[in-house]
């Protein structure tokens, strides 16, 4: 049974800093592209950043968040710097095949975590 378990996530002021972390279980995770999306009410789930072998951004974090796996522990990570108020949003972690921008080739995802950025 796969599972990915996030931890992180929470209230912070604009201008600030948030880690995010997900730990997997039950897959062979270094085989697995990992991913972060983000949705916002009333919007679509949408791309934030992946890695397979090096990472990919949204235009909208890039140069702010960087995603980050350890193999040996099975974790994925996603520092958040710069936090802006429209970074509020649950944040998903997600493994899939492919190195995709995609969700729909995402197999697997985690339980959501809530990131809230105060003006």
């Known amino acids: 049974q796969v599972q990915l378990v996030q931890s992180g996530g929470g209230l912070v002021q604009a201008g600030g800093s948030l880690r995010l972390s997900c730990v997997s279980s039950?897959?062979?995770?270094?085989?697995?592209?990992m991913a972060w999306f983000r949705q916002s009410p009333g919007n679509e789930r949408e791309f934030v950043a992946s890695?397979?072998?090096?990472?990919d951004y949204a235009d909208s974090v890039k140069g702010r968040f960087t995603i980050s796996r350890d193999n040996a522990k099975n974790t994925v990570y996603l520092q958040m710097n710069s936090l802006k108020p429209e970074d509020t949003a649950d944040y998903y972690c997600?493994?899939?095949?492919?190195?995709?921008?995609?969700?729909?080739?995402?197999?697997?995802w985690g339980q959501g975590t809530q990131v809230t950025v105060s003006s």
């Open positions: 997600a493994a899939g095949p492919f190195a995709m921008r995609d969700r729909k080739v995402y197999n697997y």
């Open positions: 039950g897959l062979t995770f270094n085989s697995y592209t």
């Open positions: 890695i397979r072998w090096s990472g």
